[in-house]
C-alpha cells in the first residue's frame, strides 16, 4: 500500500468520542456525499475507493444514527481495475434528518436550502475540529512518501465547499493554500512543519513520526554534504 493508505488505516483506527463521530461523519457528507431526490424521498451516497474508509462510514452511520447504509462495490475498469465502494444511506435511514444534523442542510428564510460551508455549529469544540479535519483527509485526502516529496492534498468538486475548508483549516493555524485544477479545486500543504501538525491534530501519530524520521535522515544528509 501507498503511505496515503497506510495513513487512512491509521485514521480509521481511532475511537472517538460520540460528538466527534457526528463531526467526522459530517466532513464525509460535505466531502464526498451526493444527494439523490426521488420520488419516494432522498437518498445520500458515499463514494470511496478505500475498503476501511468504507467500513468507517459504515460505522459511524450505525453509531451517530442507527442506521444501517447499504454498501456496494463497483469494480472501475478505466482505473486499474480498482474497487469503488458505494455507501448508500436510502429512504429508509432518515436522511433529511441526517443532513440537518450534519449541516449540509440548513433552515434559512427563504426555506431549507444546501449548504456548501464547514458546519461551524457542529464544531465548537477542539476535538471536533479535529475529527472534521481528519473527516475531510480520509474523504478525499492524499499524502506523498516524505522520502520523495512533502505533500498533503485534499479536493473537492465545490469551489465554495473548498474555500469554506480552505479556511477552517488556516483557523486552526494550519497554513493551507488553494488551487484549481481541472474540474476540481486543491487545497494543499508543502512545508513538512504544516503537514505534521496536521497530521498530529488528525491523530496520525504513526505517519507523523514517519515524516520526522525522514526529517531528521534529510538533515543529517545535509549537515554531513
Known sequence: MSFSSDTKQELCQIADKPCCKRAELAAFIHGIGT?????????????????????????????????????????????????????????????????????????????????????????????????????AFLATGTLSDPGKAYHLEITSASEEYAQSLSNFINKLEIPAKMIPRRESFVIYLKESESIVECLNRMGAHKALFAIEDVRIKKNMSNNVN
Open 35 to 135: 444527494l439523490r431526490i426521488q420520488r419516494g424521498g432522498q437518498s445520500m451516497v458515499m463514494t470511496t475507493e478505500s475498503p476501511a474508509v468504507a467500513r468507517r462510514i459504515f460505522s459511524l452511520c450505525k453509531e451517530c444514527f442507527a442506521v444501517s447504509p447499504e454498501v456496494r462495490t463497483q469494480l472501475r475498469k478505466r482505473l486499474g481495475k480498482r474497487n469503488v465502494y458505494h455507501v448508500v444511506l436510502g429512504q429508509d435511514c432518515r436522511v433529511p434528518e441526517i443532513l440537518m444534523e450534519t449541516g449540509l442542510m440548513r433552515e434559512t428564510e427563504e426555506g431549507v436550502r444546501i449548504s456548501r460551508a464547514v458546519p461551524l455549529s457542529l464544531l465548537r469544540k477542539t476535538c471536533c475540529r479535529h475529527a472534521y479535519l481528519r473527516g
